[in-house]
């Protein structure tokens, strides 16, 4: 029972967990290869093979990213999460900006009644973008003969249902390995979509260097680099600033409790990996809709030029949004007045700083450590395009090798392993490392 790789497995609850979340994994994976009604895939695979604005378009490569490969495919799960992940900030927002809305989220039976509100709210941003998906196909069955055999009226309708429904159930695939399995379920999807591609970038990099096309210089640097950010996104999840918090003797009831002194651990990225997902969704929005529509109407085309991935302007607004975001959702998972008033509620201190200005040393204390790591992973989610401006490296690989990828995978890694650690220690098992302690972060 020493290895805890075994351990995982003796435990019946933990087992049964983790065969589930690789069985809903598995499902979502068959899923991103079977096309949707009225595509010829033969055809489809040979365009994108060829180039001609596919292969070599840094939008299409983006989005496919996401999608997990299932974008150029033209599966059911082309839209992979990310319309849930846009509505989700979308209503995040809302939130915030009514308070009558915020109000009725903290009624008894509150918060279900958001998440279905989120649920319809998701729906119509699927068809939203299925219906830019479908006049995509249609630009490309205008350029390659016999990619589409049907009414184009008909694809529209059949598609916009298939693609949205396709969605729909990844979302209820997440939500099921959140309740029944490890880990959190939206996460898991997004980081099992980028694993599943890492063997094809592998390979079409050695491909690369077989032909010449690629100095072999360049990717030993590359990959010098992938382990250095690997190990930098660890040390940077990893990290926490703690606040000490003194709390005196105190009387409840009949019971007296003594005297504690614990801390409050900040992290150092408070917010962990969702302002790259949030920044990463909302921008994709705009960029699907123009990149599929864009060729009708000439001020979409000037949009989808100005989103793209590899240009100054999109990666300017990417920083820009990263940073609000981590400031954003910092205020909304660690509120410095809600901390300070439960502080006070129950008798505590921290030395050194008076009672009525714990509200303001520790919103100076989150504000100082905000902007460092918000602007850390500002520099880790460009540096794919830095990496393919550098060094000639293809799309496909870069978005593999840095930035937001390596963000999710450690992130969410980190968050599985701890809850795994969890349940290893709560059936009186060793955890996962014999040495410190994982501190996972829930996407």
Not at 17 to 22: A, G, P
Request: hydrophobic letters at 50%; a positive charge; proline letters at 5%.
């Amino acid at each position: 029972m020493a290895n805890p790789i075994i351990g995982m497995f003796r435990i019946k609850e933990l087992r049964e967990r983790i065969l589930f979340t690789f069985g809903m994994l598995v499902v979502f994976r068959i899923g991103a290869v079977f096309p949707i009604p009225g595509i010829n895939v033969t055809v489809l695979k040979n365009y994108f093979e060829m180039g001609s604005s596919g292969g070599g378009n840094p939008i299409v490569n983006y989005l496919d990213f996401f999608a997990g490969g299932a974008f150029s495919n033209f599966s059911v799960f082309m839209l992979g999460i990310m319309p849930y992940i846009s509505m989700s900030i979308i209503m995040q927002l809302l939130l915030i900006v009514f308070p009558s809305l915020k109000k009725i989220s903290q009624e008894d039976g509150g918060r279900k009644k958001i998440q279905k509100w989120q649920r319809y709210g998701t729906v119509v941003v699927c068809l939203i973008q299925s219906f830019a998906v479908t006049q995509y196909a249609q630009v490309i069955s205008r350029q390659t003969v016999g990619l589409l055999n049907i009414n184009m009226t008909y694809f529209t309708l059949l598609a916009m249902l298939t693609v949205t429904t396709g969605t729909m159930f990844l979302m209820w695939i997440g939500e099921q390995i959140t309740k029944r399995g490890v880990g959190n379920g939206i996460s898991l999807l997004i980081f099992a979509g980028i694993v599943a591609r890492l063997p094809i970038a592998i390979i079409e990099l050695f491909g690369l260097m077989r032909r010449n096309e690629i100095n072999p210089v360049f990717v030993i640097i590359v990959l010098v680099m992938f382990v250095a950010i690997v190990a930098l996104v660890v040390f940077e999840q990893q990290g926490q600033r703690k606040i000490p918090v003194n709390y005196a003797k105190r009387v409840v009831g009949r019971k007296m409790y003594g005297a504690q002194n614990i801390y409050i651990p900040f992290k150092i990225n408070p917010s962990g990996v969702i302002p790259v997902i949030f920044a990463s969704s909302i921008l994709m929005f705009p960029l699907q809709i123009a990149q599929s529509v864009g060729g009708n109407m000439p001020w979409l085309a000037t949009v989808s030029n100005w989103l793209n991935p590899l240009g100054f302007f999109y990666n300017l607004l990417y920083v820009v949004l990263i940073v609000f975001f981590a400031y954003f959702y910092t205020q909304v998972t660690l509120n410095p007045v809600e901390i300070a008033k439960q502080i006070r509620e129950n008798g505590g201190s921290i030395p050194g700083i008076r009672t009525e200005r714990i509200e303001e040393y520790l919103t100076k204390i989150l504000n100082r450590i905000v902007l460092p790591g918000a602007l850390y992973l500002a520099f880790i989610a460009v540096t794919p395009t830095l990496i393919q401006l550098a060094f000639r490296i293809p799309a496909s690989i870069a978005f593999l090798m840095g930035g937001t990828s390596l963000l999710i995978m450690v992130g969410v890694g980190l968050d599985t392993m701890k809850q795994i650690e969890g349940l290893l220690k709560m059936h009186h098992h060793e955890g996962l490392v014999k040495r410190g302690k994982l501190r996972g972060r829930n996407l």
